[in-house]
């Protein structure tokens, strides 16, 4: 059965949503973070990098979440636009949009308004100025249709949602006034069962919560080494 190493954390929970979507049946393995599971043998083995999600599908493997979410799209045939070049350049660029911006600028605002051991403006407003900016270009996408490409529900929504359901964390308690476009698709996706079961994935398993400094240490590896 295809195993699906996770946490709660938004990358993961976007695989379960497509996992849940599809009804493929997985074993959820946790990955506690927060107790640096990450950086074990047996889970560097399969993702290099020390972050979830990751995927072991007989003997494939793949990490980083827009891969995983283009892999198991593929092998199942689903929430992929039509195979012509126009929607599959939308469906490639968009992916890459959210992985390679979305994410990162995301996950600093997070981390340097939140857990940064000295408070930097210039970093706080890069940061979330870029997320900021990230979140305009989809909520203008999103203003002139439904879905991110094409007029159906595809893993490029899945990708977006991921991140854009906790955008009050990244850019303030007014963001979801700001950006009501992309807070419609955020609550249509939430609403839809397999997100509930894929946001409820989580108490099957007894994750850490407290950020103390085994968290700290285990997730900001940089605390221990000054390189610059
Ligand atoms: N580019 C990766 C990023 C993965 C990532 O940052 N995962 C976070 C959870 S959302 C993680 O594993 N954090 C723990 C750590 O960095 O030690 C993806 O899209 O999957």
Redesign the pocket.
């Known amino acids: 059965m295809l195993k699906f190493y996770y946490?709660a954390?938004?990358?993961?929970t976007k695989i379960a949503l497509f996992l849940e979507e599809v009804g493929l049946p997985y074993d959820p393995i946790p990955?506690d973070?927060r107790k640096g599971d990450?950086?074990k043998a047996e889970f560097r083995a399969i993702n290099p990098?020390?972050?979830?999600?990751a995927i072991v599908d007989g003997d494939v493997t793949v990490?980083?979440?827009?891969a995983?979410l283009l892999y198991l799209a593929e092998k199942t045939g689903k929430f992929l636009p039509p195979y012509i070049d126009k929607a599959r350049g939308e469906l490639l660029s968009w992916m890459f949009f959210v992985?390679s911006g979305v994410?990162?600028y995301f996950?600093q605002a997070v981390h340097f308004r939140n857990y940064a051991p000295e408070k930097l403006p210039y970093a706080v407003n890069r940061y979330v100025f870029e997320a900021q900016r990230h979140a305009t270009i989809l909520d203008q996408r999103l203003a002139r249709q439904k879905y991110m490409v094409g007029d159906s529900y595809t893993i490029v929504d899945m990708n977006v949602w991921g991140w854009a359901r906790l955008m009050p964390n990244v850019l303030g308690d007014s963001a979801f006034d700001k950006f009501k476009n992309l807070k419609r698709l955020v609550d249509e996706v939430t609403a839809r069962p397999a997100a509930q079961r894929a946001l409820t994935l989580k108490d099957r398993h007894k994750f850490k919560t407290e950020m103390d400094q085994e968290a700290l240490q285990?997730?900001?590896?940089h605390l221990r080494e000054r390189v610059a």
Not at 49 to 53: A, D, E
Request: charged share 5%.
């Open positions: 946490s954390a938004p990358n993961p990955v973070t990450q950086h990098n020390s972050k979830v999600p990490f980083d979440s827009s995983i992985s994410g990162p996950g285990a997730m900001f590896p």
